[in-house]
């Protein structure tokens, strides 16, 4: 017998190697890589509010109502809001929170995003969607030992941006920055939102 050449696999040999390995490759060829985390955040652009008295941000919570804090438009009449061009119907703030919605007559057209009603957890990787100084941005932060405070930058016009956890649920909503720290927020947690929205 000679052994100096290349062996070649017999057509059977391969012929079985194909069919054993042909259900791993469709596997692999039929799935999908999923979202990465900064295209998730590109669908949860934060709403822009504005007010005669400045500005802030908030979020869609059904097809008539967006949610911001209560102190972007404190004090204004109905029309001295506007979203997208539209102003809202009424004005409704969330018991004594630091919370208002915005209620619209007819549909503003946005997709109402999902709450996640829990207490965000020490660590917990976390993103607002705000409207600071004027220009779109999101900030990555960390959830704390205090449940109504983050490790996250925020800037003003951010008041009422949307926190979300990794699966781009809102957890949360920034009504003011840390005296401390620029890297650290105060939020209204979605928990005690969700108590008075059901109680309206």
């Known amino acids: 017998m000679w052994y100096g050449g290349p062996t070649f696999p017999s057509p059977t040999h391969t012929m079985l190697r194909l069919i054993l390995t042909l259900p791993l490759f469709l596997a692999c060829a ?6 990465s985390i900064q295209q998730r955040l590109q669908a949860h652009v ?4 504005d007010t005669w008295t400045g500005s802030g941000s908030g979020f869609p919570l059904s097809e008539t109502e967006i949610l911001t804090a209560w102190h972007v438009v404190a004090g204004l009449p109905a029309e001295g809001v506007t979203v997208n061009g539209q102003s809202p119907a009424s ?4 018991g004594d929170l630091d919370a208002a919605v915005l209620v619209f007559a007819t549909p503003h057209g946005l997709e109402p995003w999902q709450l996640d009603v ?3 957890e020490p660590a917990e990787r976390v993103w607002c969607s705000g409207w600071g100084v004027g220009v779109h941005w999101w900030s990555e932060g960390l959830g704390t030992l ?8 925020i800037a003003p016009g951010d008041s009422g941006c949307p926190v979300l956890d990794e699966d781009m649920e809102v957890i949360g909503i920034v009504v003011a920055r840390g005296v401390y720290s620029n890297h650290h927020c105060i939020i209204v947690p979605i928990t005690d939102i969700q108590l008075e929205l ?3």
């Open 30 to 35: 039929s799935t999908p890589e999923p979202p």
């Open 46 to 49: 934060a709403v822009f509010v």
């Open 91 to 94: 004005i409704e703030r969330l």
């Open 118 to 120: 829990r207490a965000v």
């Open 146 to 153: 205090d449940g109504d405070r983050l490790s996250l930058s």
């Open 198 to 200: 059901v109680s309206r």
